[in-house]
């Protein structure tokens, strides 16, 4: 049955779409286009010939659905509506309705099958990390760090909140579960077990420990040993905001947002199993994720991703097979479509390249690294997550290896704390470890070592030999770039003696000898025959410190906020892992925060736009007025 419409009219609705339209054209200009087909034949003909939409908005974003008032079958008020019930918006619902607002949840996936994407959650001191005894951290090395790995690119408030509110935030997400729940699921990764010290320092990246996975080592929940768990602890936060009056519309998708006559957004229409349903809100929360599971906004919207395609001779007329493991990009829209505008680039994601790296022995640590003359080519204690993006400028067929030698373990106490490390930080997973390295059997068929490679008990397969020269067949190098393997390994062992790296700058405390048998070795070659689009994109609308959302002349959208993959500001170029997992741990961060500051500040933040506002129309009067050419006055 269809209930009573509540407050914006259809005509207010429309007249803010209009306006919406507006903004959205502007994105163009920084945001790219890829093509996208429309059931309008008009659209298709503008697309076709122009690259744009008969509104002109770029061809990823298209316009706006217009939806028929007819249609509502139902009408909410609200305080706050949260879309996007995943890693930010749990916790921005359980928070907003903590301080006492009315909060609406608008969640794509059913009820019964709803799961959050990712499970390692890295924080900067939790009680759950201080804990084990283990040294609290620096948080403004932390917040220092995060600033360096991002060129300063991103916002200073952002990297402020993660490094001191990430590990207040965790614990609080965690203390509505049952101890025997986290002592089923929570695996201790990225801790100083075996470490000499707590912040290590690699070819100039600092990196710290304090990630927490959750992870079904038992399969307890039946969906395979190892699979992501930090769903089961998140639930908690869910049915918590339910109990204090949350309403959470799950299986229903956003559509659009509705906007007033000046532009500020005052709800939005969803659709769910029983049709459309109208939200009014005082104000709106993205928190919708990303757009890597949208290949046409891949395209458009990190230039990198598809300019490595173009230069490694790969086909981009197929935007599906530039798809990640995140969100279709539906918030990036509803804002755009809005007014809002995309962060400027460039624009980052989460392990995105050609396929091209270096070998790794996750199991056992960070070593050399051997082209395919046998020579090393780069200082290769830069191990950083997805940092060494000049791997696509090298040559295709490539062969490189990697060696390690009787002294790993002695090795792990100078690692630091990077995704490839995860294994050797985590007591559980050391054990497997040495117990597979303890196994090892020599020759060309090689055996398997447990290593963080994803979910589920993965292993990799690891070569070992009693000499150099032995292994070095085993890895497939032949004749001058065999011998130029052992030639560049004993000129490497001189240099270790030396203490000092004078090819290549590689750190003192990793120049470790590779001369005690037995010998550890991977090999590859490298080719460029796919690009990845990245796990998530990490890069959303342009916001401003409280994390409300932009146009593209500056000016605040009222009342419409966001947070998480969805917001801009947080990353830049390239995920890092200062501390791994830290992508859970900013989203639950800022989810918290920004749901917190609504609560305490929407009518101000609300007044300050207002206030910009009327600060940006100077301005624009005062560039009118300046005389032309010359000094600014």
């Given at each position: 049955m269809k209930q009573t419409e509540k407050g914006v009219s259809r005509r207010s609705f429309l007249k803010g779409a209009a306006l919406a339209g507006v903004g959205a054209a502007a994105t163009s200009m920084i945001a790219g286009c890829a093509p996208q087909a429309s059931e309008d034949a008009k659209n298709a003909e503008d697309l076709a010939a122009t690259g744009t939409t008969a509104s002109g908005n770029p061809a990823w974003l298209g316009d706006a659905p217009v939806i028929d008032e007819a249609d509502v079958v139902r009408t909410i008020d609200t305080e706050l509506l949260v879309i996007g019930g995943g890693e930010s918006g749990v916790p921005a619902s359980r928070r907003a309705a903590e301080l006492g607002m009315k909060v609406v949840v608008m969640e794509k996936q059913p009820e019964d099958t709803w799961a959050p994407i990712g499970c390692d959650a890295g924080t900067v001191n939790s009680q759950a990390y201080l804990e084990t005894g283990a040294e609290p951290i620096d948080e403004m090395e932390v917040l220092n760090e995060w600033q360096r790995r991002n060129y300063c690119r991103t916002m200073p408030s952002v990297a402020k909140m993660y490094?001191?509110?990430?590990?207040?935030v965790y614990d609080w997400v965690c203390e509505l579960a049952?101890?025997?729940?986290?002592?089923?699921?929570?695996?201790?990764y990225g801790f100083p077990n075996g470490r000499n010290r707590v912040a290590v320092n690699h070819a100039g990246y600092t990196s710290f420990p304090g990630n927490i996975s959750h992870r079904d080592f038992n399969n307890t929940l039946g969906k395979g040993e190892n699979q992501p768990a930090w769903g089961a602890i998140m639930r908690y936060s869910i049915e918590k905001s339910q109990e204090l009056g949350a309403e959470w519309l799950f299986s229903t998708s956003a559509l659009v947002l509705i906007q007033d006559e000046e532009g500020s957004v005052t709800g939005a229409y969803g659709e769910g199993p029983d049709g459309i349903v109208r939200v009014n809100a005082d104000a709106v929360l993205l928190a919708c994720g990303d757009f890597s599971g949208n290949g046409e906004m891949v395209l458009a919207l990190n230039d990198e991703v598809r300019q490595i395609a173009e230069t490694s001779d790969i086909d981009t007329s197929d935007p599906s097979g530039f798809l990640?493991?995140?969100?279709?990009?539906?918030?990036?829209?509803?804002?755009?479509?809005?007014?809002?505008?995309?962060?400027?680039?460039?624009?980052?994601?989460m392990n995105f390249g050609n396929g091209m790296g270096a070998p790794g022995l996750t199991a056992v640590g960070n070593y050399p690294v051997f082209g395919p003359d046998g020579k090393r080519f780069y200082n290769d204690s830069q191990l950083q997550f997805g940092g060494q993006g000049f791997f696509f400028r090298r040559p295709r067929g490539e062969k490189?290896?990697?060696?390690?030698?009787?002294?790993?373990?002695?090795?792990?106490?100078?690692?630091?704390y990077e995704h490839n490390m995860s294994s050797t930080t985590c007591a559980r997973e050391w054990d497997l470890v040495k117990e597979c390295m303890a196994n090892y059997v020599t020759g060309p068929d090689g055996f398997e070592v447990y290593g963080f490679t994803g979910y589920g008990m993965n292993k990799s397969r690891m070569f070992a030999a009693e000499t150099l020269e032995e292994l070095a067949d085993i890895l497939g190098y032949e004749g001058e770039a065999k011998q130029g393997l052992l030639d560049e390994i004993a000129h490497y062992n001189e240099m270790c003696a030396a203490g000092k790296d004078t090819d290549w700058g590689r750190d003192a405390s990793l120049m470790t000898p590779l001369d005690t048998p037995p010998f550890f070795g991977v090999s590859v070659e490298t080719d460029k025959g796919r690009v990845a689009s990245g796990m998530v994109q990490m890069s959303g609308v342009l916001v401003n410190d409280n994390q409300q959302v932009r146009r593209v002349d500056d000016s605040i959208i009222k009342g419409l906020y966001a947070c998480g993959n969805t917001a801009g500001g947080r990353y830049a170029m390239q995920y890092h892992t200062i501390i791994t997992g830290n992508s859970v741990g900013l989203a639950i961060t800022q989810g918290y925060c920004t749901a917190e500051h609504i609560a305490e500040s929407l009518e101000a933040d609300k007044a300050y736009a207002d206030e910009y506002a009327a600060k940006l129309a100077e301005l624009a009067e005062a560039r009118a007025n300046q005389p032309q050419g010359g000094p600014p006055m």
């Open positions: 490094a001191t509110r990430s590990g207040e049952p101890q025997e729940v986290l002592d089923e699921f929570r695996v201790l990640g493991m995140g969100q279709d990009g539906m918030g990036h829209k509803l804002a755009c479509w809005a007014g809002a505008v995309m962060e400027p680039g460039p624009r980052a994601a490189m290896c990697t060696i390690a030698d009787g002294k790993w373990e002695e090795n792990i106490l100078n690692q630091g």
